[in-house]
């Protein structure tokens, strides 16, 4: 469910883009890390919807689990993709769709800085997850660190790779999100065989 509510506003984002509901380009030099022009994304990254985004998944939770405390958790981890967008974007994320105003304060705009800005809390994440598996005597096993692997491969190609093809192109590879949650819940419910 973290996994699921840290990506949420990014799963949903290749689903408008595919049903032509908002819009990016294709625009190399945009900013030093990424070759898209997020010029129109006001369902999935308006700081308002993303509000309501996390009410969603957050309310969701609460209904299922009956845990509020979760659930309050969720709500401020899906709010929180977009406070992380707002310091890495240029100024393109509104506040409220179709009004206004936008906000970013271009960390995409400096390689370096943005590698270590991303990757301090990716290695914080992944210590703070070894040691709670271990804590529960459940290890993380090869599972894990293969999707830590993968993750750091798809982050390092999207910073150095070639622009995307097409718009299209971007919403269908952006669907993929999808088999990284189910992967994050398959570890979350396995235990390594060299330790049960």
């Avoid at 979760?70 to 406070?83: G, K, M, P």
């Avoid at 093809?165 to 992967?183: F, K, P, Q, R, Y």
Wanted: charged content about 10%; hydrophobic content about 55%.
């Amino acid at each position: 469910m973290l996994v699921l509510s840290a990506q949420f506003l990014d799963l949903l984002w290749p689903v408008f883009l595919l049903l032509d509901v908002e819009h990016v380009r294709i625009d190399p030099g945009n900013t030093a890390v990424t070759p898209l022009d997020f010029y129109d994304y006001p369902l999935s990254h308006s700081l308002l919807t993303a509000v309501g985004w996390a009410a969603v998944v957050g309310g969701s939770y609460y209904l299922f689990r009956r845990s509020a405390r979760n659930a309050v958790v969720l709500y401020a981890v899906v709010l929180s993709h977009w406070i992380l967008d707002a310091v890495t974007h240029r100024p393109d994320l509104p506040l409220i769709p179709a009004i206004g105003p936008m906000v970013g304060l271009g960390l995409w705009h400096s390689v370096v800085w943005t590698i270590l800005v991303e990757l301090a809390p990716f290695v914080f994440g992944i210590m703070i997850f070894v040691r709670h598996r271990n804590v529960q005597g459940k290890g993380t096993g090869f599972g894990f660190w293969a999707y830590a692997c993968f993750l750091t491969a798809v982050w390092i190609a999207n910073i150095i790779g070639p622009p995307p093809s097409t718009e299209n192109a971007i919403g269908a590879v952006g669907l993929s999100i999808w088999i990284l949650v189910g992967w994050a819940y398959w570890i979350d419910c396995t235990t390594p065989k060299e330790e049960s």
